[in-house]
Nanobody
């Protein structure tokens, strides 16, 4: 069982940066691949980034490549999403999610545990 709590969301101007964090509790964080997803108003939830259990493998959605970086600290049981060069279209609720597997995945259905989400708003 894994419990996830996101933080770090807020309001930022276009071109700015935010760093989201996800704190995990539970026995198995270090063996879980982790991911970030987002959902904008009126849209489906979509994949943003994922990282394998040891950080050795990462995957990104095309629309964030070069701007966002996912990382994890297994000692602290946290996963982070550094977001740079933010655009108004990045406005969404961002969710942290955990798999019951070591390897990354991009499908929402592959993730078993979810946080409550944190709002990111980018103004133009």
């Amino acid at each position: 069982q894994v419990q996830l709590v996101e933080s770090g969301g807020g309001l930022v101007q276009a071109g700015g940066s935010l760093r989201l964090s996800c704190a995990a509790s539970g026995r198995t964080f270090n063996s879980n691949a982790m991911g970030w997803f987002r959902q904008a108003p009126g849209k489906e939830r979509e994949f943003v980034a994922a990282i394998s259990w040891n950080g050795g493998s990462r995957d990104y959605a095309d629309f964030v490549k070069g701007r966002f970086t996912i990382s994890r600290d297994n000692a602290k049981k946290t996963v982070s999403l550094q977001m740079n060069s933010l655009k108004p279209e990045d406005t969404a609720v961002y969710y942290c999610a955990a798999r019951s597997s070591f390897v990354v995945a991009v499908e929402e259905s592959e993730y078993r545990w979810w946080g409550q989400g944190t709002q990111v708003t980018v103004s133009s």
